[in-house]
T-cell receptor, first 114, second 111 residues
Framework: EAQVTQNPRYLITVTGKKLTVTCSQN?????MSWYRQDPGLGLRQIYY???????DKGDVPEGYKVSRKEKRNFPLILESPSPNQTSLYFC?????????????FGPGTRLTVT | DAKTTQPPSMDCAEGRAANLPCNHS???????VYWYRQIHSQGPQYIIH???NNETNEMASLIITEDRKSSTLILPHATLRDTAVYYC????????????FGGGTRVLVKP
């Protein structure tokens, strides 16, 4: 089944403790992206990747890192999480960048930083 | 990307057609109309997109007015599982793949 998977689905952590949220897609998509969703602010893009080893900042990249060593994986790294990063996170992928291909979203990761 | 306006909420009877309007009066010639939906806190799901012709797929139909200033998403036979927030997005195909979701329409399908 074609899908985007994220792990963990739920995470409660403390300020400053490094964490990684994994994202994997099995559709051989070139484009992958991370979003965060907060009440009243909608969906905001954090980072995106046009292809392997090509990543770029989205609208709210501060406090996050990403890497794209393989086509299928696009982990989101929070080196020193803070309470303002408490949010619902979505990974998404698309066949190619720069065109009108639809995006496929993962199930989401609900992160709470205390 | 052009701004879109959608009603904040609407109810629909199960088994009936749900017609979701979207206004995008500032749309430019190379911008597409996309529809996504999000069922409570799940990942958004692509529904359909179009440029100027009406489109239909297994999920829905998209009707775009001739002047392209508005469109309607039609769910032909709404089910309880169609209860979700529906987002109308207008964007240029070559603008990268970032999606910007507005407020959307919260659709409640009632038995």
């Amino acid at each position: 089944e074609a899908q985007v998977t994220q792990n963990p689905r739920y995470l409660i952590t403390v300020t400053g403790k490094k964490l990684t949220v994994t994202c994997s897609q099995n559709m051989n998509h070139e484009y992958m992206s991370w979003y965060r969703q907060d009440p009243g602010l909608g969906l905001r893009q954090i980072y995106y990747s046009m292809n392997v080893e090509v990543t770029d900042k989205g609208d709210v990249p501060e406090g996050y890192k990403v890497s794209r060593k393989e086509k299928r994986n696009f982990p989101l790294i929070l080196e020193s999480p803070s309470p303002n990063q408490t949010s619902l996170y979505f990974c998404a992928s698309s066949l190619q960048a720069g065109t009108y291909y639809e995006q496929y979203f993962g199930p989401g990761t609900r992160l709470t930083v205390t | 990307d052009a701004k879109t306006t959608q009603p904040p909420s609407m109810d629909c009877a199960e088994g009936r057609a749900a017609n979701l309007p979207c206004n995008h009066s500032t749309i430019s010639g190379n911008e597409y109309v996309y529809w996504y939906r999000q069922i409570h806190s799940q990942g958004p799901q692509y529904i359909i997109h179009g440029l100027k012709n009406n489109e239909t797929n297994e999920m829905a139909s998209l009707i775009i007015t001739e002047d392209r200033k508005s469109s309607t998403l039609i769910l032909p036979h709404a089910t309880l599982r169609d209860t979700a927030v529906y987002y109308c997005i207008v964007r240029v195909g070559a603008a990268g793949n970032k999606l910007t979701f507005g407020g959307g329409t919260r659709v409640l399908v009632k038995p």
